[in-house]
T-cell receptor, first 115, second 115 residues
Framework: GAVVSQHPSRVICKSGTSVKIECRSL??????MFWYRQFPKQSLMLMAT?????????EQGVEKDKFLINHASLTLSTLTVTSAHPEDSSFYIC???????????FGSGTRLTVV | ELKVEQNPLFLSMQEGKNYTIYCNYS?????LYWYRQDPGKSLESLFV?????AVKQEGRLMASLDTKARLSTLHITAAVHDLSATYFC???????????????FGKGTKLSVIP
């Protein structure tokens, strides 16, 4: 199955700064990647669908200017949290759909803490 | 709007006992997924159910899918402590009629197996 690498696994940043999270598909060309956010003791909520070579599709209520997504190649999508605030502290997870098996492979996640 | 309801949300059971987690969803879909999440970790794929009547088993876990009833079950047989985790079901579908496919997750079932 697909292998998805996500970095960093953990990041602490100061309020007002920006943080970039990378999601790489190591052995699979992914035209589409998905970004999720998970608050403590809650389920995963889809933030946006990242499309290679085009603009990301954001879910209702997700600020496009705050969560910048770039999917410049078939193996890399990045999520940048701009002007981070403590309420952005969460677990961010990317995923790739592997069409051969209809499965989804998830990255290892990034724990963001904004202080 | 696609809704996925999972119950129970919390389950405490003794080792050796059997139990079933239920996952109901609100739209027609032939693809249902079960994932396991350990604390602080990302999702681990357990089962992909692709058709009505599909049944899959791995160790003490067995998953089934009834697309007509829009119901999937995850049955735990003779639970052991190592099965303690949060289990999520997710359905592959479009949240709007013309939208692309995406996963919608249930709220998760936190399973605690007591020795």
């Amino acid at each position: 199955g697909a292998v998805v690498s996500q970095h960093p696994s953990r990041v602490i940043c100061k309020s007002g700064t920006s943080v970039k999270i990378e999601c790489r598909s190591l052995d699979f060309q992914a035209t589409t990647m998905f970004w999720y956010r998970q608050f403590p003791k809650q389920s995963l909520m889809l933030m946006a669908t990242s499309n290679e070579g085009s603009k990301a599709t954001y879910e209702q209520g997700v600020e496009k200017d705050k969560f910048l997504i770039n999917h410049a190649s078939l193996t890399l999508s990045t999520l940048t949290v701009t002007s981070a605030h403590p309420e952005d502290s969460s677990f961010y997870i990317c995923s790739v759909q592997t069409f051969s098996s209809y499965g989804y492979t998830f990255g290892s996640g990034t724990r963001l803490t904004v202080v | 709007e696609l809704k996925v309801e999972q119950n129970p949300l919390f389950l405490s059971m003794q080792e050796g006992k059997n139990y079933t987690i239920y996952c109901n969803y609100s739209t027609t879909s032939d693809r249902l997924y079960w994932y396991r999440q350990d604390p602080g970790k990302s999702l681990e794929s357990l089962f992909v159910l692709l058709s009505n009547g599909a049944v899959k088993q791995e160790g003490r876990l067995m998953a089934s899918l009834d697309t007509k009833a829009r119901l999937s079950t995850l049955h735990i047989t003779a639970a052991v402590h190592d099965l303690s985790a949060t289990y999520f079901c997710a359905v592959d579908g479009t949240t709007s009629g013309a939208g692309s496919y995406q996963l919608t997750f249930g709220k998760g079932t936190k399973l605690s197996v007591i020795p």
